[in-house]
């Protein structure tokens, strides 16, 4: 039983907005949902979370549904420094559950 | 320095011998856990600990252990190991603050010959 789905890749164009979907249909009502990212097999770094609202930050902006069940990463102006795999995490409990992430690919 | 160390990065082990992966946090946080991934996949919990008396088995806990001897300090066992436990081992960290954000170390690459 996925917690979090996610394409397994996509493609953005350098410069262009990068638009990365996340299905959590089963999210609580007072779980907050992840943003990190993997480059090559670095540790994960973390990007943004939210619970309801809208985020934003230095890095990205997050896009959470009003019924919480799918959110968007936003990357503004993707750069080739952007290619990683992108991981949308909720927590159960106190439990991340991290998926099989979104590999993203920034085309020159 | 990071500000989550793991040793060894690397070590190449033989099957049935015992193995430590240690893990050390500067940022004074009180929970700590350990991960494993494997090629190609996303991140499993093995076990997390919220202080230093506390320790919670996770997803895949089966043939590991942990001690954590401090605050700092949590260490991952694998009492006998086996090819199957051939992975990338992360240790991580957070706070009981907003969002409980987790932050990693650099990961410690494990191979069982």
């Known amino acids: 039983d996925a917690k979090t789905t996610q394409p397994p890749s996509m493609d953005c164009a350098e410069g262009r907005a990068a638009n990365l979907p996340c299905n959590h249909s089963?999210?609580?009502?007072?779980?907050?949902v992840y943003w990190y990212r993997q480059i090559h097999s670095q540790g994960p770094q973390y990007i943004i979370h939210?619970?309801?609202n809208n985020e934003t930050n230095e890095m990205a902006s997050l896009i959470i549904t009003e019924d919480r069940k799918s959110s968007t990463l936003i990357l503004p102006h993707a750069t080739l420094r952007d290619t990683a795999v992108y991981y949308c995490?909720?927590?159960?409990?106190?439990?991340?559950?991290f998926g099989t992430g979104t590999s993203l690919t920034v085309i020159p | 320095d990071a500000d989550v160390t793991q040793t060894p990065r690397n070590r190449i082990t033989k099957t049935g011998k015992r193995i430590m992966l240690e893990c050390s946090q500067t940022?004074?946080?009180?929970?700590m856990y350990w991960y494993r991934q494997d090629p190609g996949l996303g991140l499993r919990l093995i076990y997390y600990?919220?202080?230093?008396?506390?320790?919670n088995k996770g997803e895949i806990s089966d043939g590991y252990s942990v001690s954590r001897q401090a605050q700092a300090k949590f260490s991952l066992s694998l009492e006998s190991a086996i090819p199957n436990q051939t992975a990338l081992y992360f240790c991580?960290?957070?706070?009981?603050?907003?969002?409980?954000?987790?932050?990693f170390g650099e990961g410690s690459w494990l191979t069982v010959v």
């Open positions: 991580a960290t957070s706070d009981t603050g907003s969002g409980n954000t987790i932050y």
């Open positions: 089963t999210i609580s009502g007072n779980e907050y």
């Open positions: 939210g619970l309801k």
């Open positions: 995490i909720v927590r159960v409990g106190n439990q991340f559950y």
């Open positions: 940022k004074g946080h009180d929970r």
């Open positions: 600990s919220f202080d230093v008396k506390d320790i």
